[in-house]
Structures are given as structure tokens and as C-alpha cells.
DNA sequence: AATAAAAAAGTGCTCGTGCACATAAGGAGG
DNA sequence: CCTCCTTATGTGCACGAGCACTTTTTTATT
């Protein structure tokens, strides 16, 4: 039988109003009385019960605000799945969620609309754009009791409550490893990354090379493009390099552009003889691993980020549960042909 | 704003204990009295708030019963580890659990079980021994009214709700694709499994063999041995099958035993030639992943099977959601060295 | 038409928590 | 000793659903 704030205001002869007011911090209590309360809530293993609270937390009409940089960006189709099973749970509780997208990383637009949704929510999740101003905004947020929650990419130095997201780093050593056995340790290797200036390709691309050091010392990296997350690009820059590099024998694709990669590979006629490993698991990677022409693809788990993320959110507005500072990262997935599904 | 019995009671110029009647199916109420309600239910889109039916449940004291034969086998940690989890958000809730474990697969052991916790539980979730006796006692509880849930093993012609476990089939053949990415399409495969006997080795045989038919002709499986799931007998049995065929150059287990047929290969002198793919990740596997002795295995998401079998008990006795019968098979995952964690 | 019985509908309390409001106790100043 | 104010404590209702119990309406029987 679970012990409930009735119950261990009557161990204590006191009213149950006083007994919540030391459980919530509410103040007005005097310190012999706070210290009696507290102690036989602990003896008694007091745990509140979540029904109570989320219940009377439907007097409040909670509004969870989301904003996405995901349009255009078929890896958060997962991320947005995620979030709908949540909101489809979390509906049953009271609380809505409202979500905006956006296109690219233009700071202006971002900061249009945290302020045009400000006044409607009363938690903010956002895959946030690493600007000052973004940060001041979160910051903000947060003073004025919008608690935040950054996903995906995270603005570290900023209020935010935790960042749910993916170990980059560990993304890059899990595609080496795997690169690893599908060579037998020995191979010449091309990068196809996004940008050198973004945070989470290069973190990959560090997790790759640590590997590569540590574990196959005949790994060769002998080249790594800008696909800049475009298909035409990654398409001329690797044929470019192909031919600059021919003995270039596998293939790691950091971040978008893997059709176009393929493509001059294929063209080249070397996808026989060329191992291509990848990440994320959109559309087009699934097509390509069913044709064969990529081998395998690292995933970072979206549908779990968006789930996981909304979830938080709802703990710390019912029963005000505050997320640990890390401890949010997914794990990487190796994905292949037969385990699609 | 979410709809609630009231809102649908004040609508229809009815009170909420009709609503209510109608909703939860108790009859007592008109038949166009009923029409009226469900349809202005449907068209204001009436979802109960499961906070106040949560609430509500608490004063029965429900209790989850689960017996596993988990007892020596590792598999079932990450599965307790799952339950341990659910537990601790659904006692939050004021609903309890009452675990047994068992060794081995004993039929009257079970049974014993079986009637020990029968009058202290409503809803059970077993792993239960494909037997008559125990399926006749399934079919009692559910008549009952304690609603079953078989999880890691199944019983299909009885009347549990559904079934929480893999999809063996498809293990199988991811195993095979990986060992057909990991050898490049050719090998001499050697198969370790427990017994022929049990449902779950057999079929990840059939899985394996069905990839090897479609994608890799020249695959070849030499051989078949049986553990026992015993580190002893898969030593032996490992040793007599290389020095019967010395062309074997990959093995695939399908159960434990692991640590024995490892021990063989390496005993042998041909740890470096011979590509090892295994199931599962207890302790025993993570170490020869490490020592680089096993290349790959492929795990059955155990802590998810805990997790989704318990809050699928606590759905159905809370909110009388009632699972699918199929649909909840986890999901089979590829680890290797670098993606453990 | 009167009465009893059955069917249908309504009422009020419970679950545990949160919070506004009401009340009580204690202390300072006149 | 009374008033005013502060601090401490108690009380009652709300949240949404479930269910026992009561009341009203309808139907059947004489």
C-alpha cells in the first residue's frame, strides 16, 4: 500500500496542507515542523503518486512548444514520429504540444518564432542554432519559467535543462569499426563529410580517425570532401576525388549527400570494388542498401530523441522531475540490409 | 482544452453517470440514449484522461505478476533490468509487482508458481514452458479475469492477450547478412545452436538459411551442432566438428555456449581465420568481442521486452487497452566492439 | 387505474495532489 | 488588555473517472 501526503500528515498529528507545503518547498512552515515532515517522509518512502499529480496539473493547460530546424531534412521524419507517439500519450494527461519547423539555419527566422510562440507555452524543446542571440533567447526562456530542452544540436553554455542527442564521436568510431570488419582492417579511405565547419560531422569524423589509430593501423585516410549536405555537389566532388585518388577503396559518408556519392561511384563502375558505409537510415540510404551499394549505415536513434524528449518535458511540468545534465545520449545503431525493419 | 465525460454529460442534457455507463460498456442505459452519446463522444473526439482514470485505479491495488525462468541465464538481467524500470514508473502510480523467477524449464515447478501467486495478482506476465497443463492454466487465469501476457516465449494457442519476444526468423537472417558482409559472400559455416528442439533456436537456423538460399550461393553450412546451452558440451562438440571439417572458416551461434565453442576455436589455433557471429550480450559475449575472438551479435533488445510487457500490464489495467495480438516483436540490433555501450 | 417490478437516469463520494482561502497562534506596540 | 500584524497551520474545493447507491421513469400486471 503506497504511502500518500494524508498519511504521513497523520503520523505527524498536522494537516495535510502543511505536510505539501514542506513537499513542494512552498515556504511557511516552521523549521522543528519541516524537519519532522520530512524525516517521516522518508521513513515512510514517500513517493508522490503521478495520477494526483498529473491530474491536478490539467488545471493548468501545460503547452509543450517545439521548434525544429527539420524542414527539407528527411532525418527528422523519425524525430517528428517520436514526438507524435509521445504527444498521442501525453494528449491523455492534458498537454498539448505545439510544433514549428523551419528551413536551414537562418538565426532571424528561429528567433521569429520562440517569440512568436513565447506567450503560448510553458516548455520549450528546440534544436537550437549556435548564436549568441539563440542563446540569450534560451536563457531568457528559462529565467521566466520556460524550462528548455535542446535537441540534437545543443548550445552548451546556455540555461537549457539537458541536451538529448546522439555521441557523434561515437557514431564515427562505430562506422570505423565496422568499416574494420567489412575490410579486414585494411583499406583506402575517402570522407564524404557535410561541412568541416559543423559541429557534429567533424565530431564524427574525430570518432572515425581515433579508431582508425587505435584499432586499424592500415587504415589510410586519403581524402575527405565537402558535400555540403547537397547531392549535385557530393556528386562532383567525389568523382573528383576517384579520380585524383583511384586506389580509394571504401567510402565513409559522414552526413546527406549519399545519393550523389553513390551515384559517381556507380558511374565510375567501382561499386563492386568500393565498401561504402553511411549514417542516418532516410529513404534514400534504404534504397541504396538495397541495391547493395551501400553496406552499411549508422543510425542515431531519432524516433527515441523525439520520443524521449517530449517525455522529459511532460516529468518536469507534472511532477516537476528535473533531467539529469547528461546521461541523454541514444545509442549509435548498425543497420544492414536484412535488419531494415 | 480536452473533452471530458462532463462536457459530453452537459451536451447531452444527460448526467455523467449515464456517460459513464455507456462508455464503459455496463449497460443500464436506453438504446437511443446510447446512440446519442457515443456519437456526440466521437464527434467532440473524447480521449479519457488517463490521469484520472489512473487516479481512480489506485484504489484497487493492482498487482502484476511474473514468473521467468531466468534463474543461470544472463539473457534475462537486462530483461529484470527493463521490468525494474516500468516498476519504478508504475508503482508511481500505485500499482505493484510481484516477481518469480525459476530454473530450468520444469513443468510442475511452473505450475507451483502458478498457484502460489494466483489470488495475489491481476494481470500475469510469464515465460512460459510450451506445455498442456500450463496452458490450461493460462486459459484459467484469463477466465478469471487475470489477463496473460507471454513474454520471451509463447504459447500461441492459448488466451493470452499477445505476445512480447523477437522475431527469431528475422535474427537469423541478419546474422547471415552480416556474416555475408563480414566474409564477402563466400564461406564454410558451421553452426552452433542449443538444441534442435527449441522453437526459437530453430527458427534463427531457418532465417540464417533463408539469406544464405537468397543472397549468398555461395554460402555453405557444413555443419550443425548441438550445445545443450553448456559452455562444456559446445567445447566438445566445437572441437570434434573443426578437426572433421578443417574448411570451416565462419560460425554462427544461435544460443549460449558461446564461451565454449571460443574456447575451441582459439584452443585450435584458428581464431584469426575463423569468423565468429553470435546472439544476445551477456557479460560472457562482451568479452570476446573485446578480446576480438567474436566479430559481431546480434541482441534481441531484452530491457525493452521487460519495459513494453510491464507497461502494456499497466495500459490494460488502468485504461483497459487491450493490446494487439501481433505487432510486438522487438527489434534485432547489430553490436560490435565499438557500439557496446 | 392502482400497484409492483424493471429499466433508466441521476447523485455523491473516492482516489492523491495542489492551491486558494480561512483560521489560529504568537509577538510587538499602544 | 486589546489591536494589528506576522507567521504558522488547517480546510475545502478542483481535477477526471469509477462506482455504489438513490431517485425517477417506464412497463407489466391485476
Given at each position: 500500500m503506497a504511502v500518500t501526503i494524508k498519511q504521513i500528515a497523520e503520523t505527524c498529528n498536522i494537516s495535510r496542507g502543511t505536510v505539501d507545503r514542506v513537499l513542494n518547498n512552498r515556504g511557511k512552515v516552521k523549521a522543528e515542523t519541516e524537519e519532522l515532515i520530512r524525516s517521516t517522509a522518508a521513513k515512510l518512502g514517500y513517493k508522490p503518486n503521478l495520477a494526483g499529480k498529473a491530474l491536478a496539473a490539467t488545471k493548468k493547460n501545460y503547452v509543450i512548444g517545439i521548434i525544429l530546424?527539420?524542414?527539407?531534412?528527411?532525418?527528422?521524419d523519425d524525430v517528428i514520429k517520436g514526438i507524435g507517439q509521445a504527444e498521442q500519450e501525453i494528449t491523455d494527461y492534458g498537454i498539448r504540444i505545439l510544433l514549428k519547423t523551419m528551413k536551414g539555419y537562418q538565426v532571424e527566422k528561429q528567433l521569429e518564432l520562440l517569440d512568436e510562440i513565447k506567450d503560448k507555452i510553458n516548455f520549450l524543446i528546440i534544436n537550437p542554432i549556435n548564436d549568441d542571440r539563440i542563446i540569450d533567447k534560451i536563457n531568457q526562456f528559462s529565467e521566466e519559467n520556460i524550462k528548455v530542452i535542446t535537441i540534437?544540436?545543443?548550445?552548451?553554455?546556455?540555461?537549457?535543462?539537458c541536451h538529448v542527442g546522439c555521441d557523434y564521436k561515437k557514431s564515427g568510431e562505430t562506422a570505423c569499426g565496422m568499416l574494420g570488419l567489412l575490410t579486414g582492417g585494411e583499406a583506402n579511405i575517402g570522407i564524404a563529410t557535410g561541412?568541416?565547419?559543423?559541429l557534429g560531422h567533424n565530431q564524427r569524423i574525430i570518432g572515425f580517425n581515433k579508431v582508425c589509430r587505435?584499432?586499424?593501423?592500415?587504415?589510410?585516410?586519403t581524402d575527405i570532401i565537402e558535400t555540403n549536405d547537397d547531392d549535385v555537389c557530393a556528386f562532383i566532388e567525389t568523382q573528383k576525388m576517384l579520380q585524383k585518388y583511384?586506389?580509394?577503396?571504401a567510402i565513409y559518408i559522414?552526413?546527406?549527400g549519399a545519393y550523389g556519392v553513390c551515384k559517381a561511384v556507380t558511374e565510375a563502375g567501382r561499386e563492386k570494388d568500393i565498401i561504402i558505409i553511411s549514417s542516418d537510415k532516410t529513404p534514400e540510404i534504404i534504397k541504396l542498401l538495397r541495391e547493395g551499394t551501400i553496406k552499411a549505415t549508422i543510425c542515431q536513434q531519432p524516433w527515441t530523441q523525439g520520443y524521449k524528449t517530449v517525455n522529459m518535458a511532460f516529468q518536469y511540468l507534472v511532477s516537476s522531475v528535473v533531467p539529469e545534465k547528461e546521461l541523454h545520449i541514444v545509442k549509435n545503431e548498425i543497420k544492414i540490409l536484412q535488419n531494415l525493419k
Open positions: 530546424i527539420s524542414e527539407g531534412n528527411k532525418f527528422y540534437n544540436t545543443d548550445v552548451e553554455n546556455s540555461a537549457r535543462l561541412s568541416v565547419k559543423i587505435e584499432k586499424y593501423p592500415k587504415f589510410q585516410v583511384p586506389a580509394i577503396n559522414v552526413a546527406a
